[in-house]
Nanobody, 120 residues
Framework: QVQLVESGGGLVQAGGSLRLSCAAS????????MDWYRQAPGKQREFVAT???????NYANSVKGRFTISRDNAKNTVYLQMDSLKPEDTAVYYC??????????????WGQGTQVTVSS
């Protein structure tokens, strides 16, 4: 059994910062890519950022230069540092991870989501 638990969301004024965390727990052998997605009301879920097990990163154009993804492999945790936040960043943020379990089974898992609200 594997779980992803996000934390760190909240309400912030435009121009402010938030740091999201997502911790994976359970019977884990290895975690490959870890990603952040977001879904605003009435919109489809969209990609935000990804990081490989080795630390290579990629970002959506809309957040490039403002958001930073990082991970701590020893803690099975991925972070999203969000700076210079804009009202259009308001969404539920979800983490996603490609996990190889101790049994050898590989699948992707989603967290439950954390709300980020940016006021103007």
């Amino acid at each position: 059994q594997v779980q992803l638990v996000e934390s760190g969301g909240g309400l912030v004024q435009a121009g402010g910062s938030l740091r999201l965390s997502c911790a994976a727990s359970g019977s884990i052998f290895r975690i490959n890519d870890m990603d952040w997605y977001r879904q605003a009301p009435g919109k489809q879920r969209e990609f935000v950022a990804t990081i490989t097990n080795g630390g290579s990163t990629n970002y959506a154009n809309s957040v490039k230069g403002r958001f930073t993804i990082s991970r701590d492999n020893a803690k099975n945790t991925v972070y999203l540092q969000m700076d210079s936040l804009k009202p259009e960043d308001t969404a539920v943020y979800y983490c996603n991870a490609a996990i190889i379990q101790a049994s050898g089974l590989m699948r992707t898992y989603w967290g439950q989501g954390t709300q980020v609200t940016v006021s103007s």
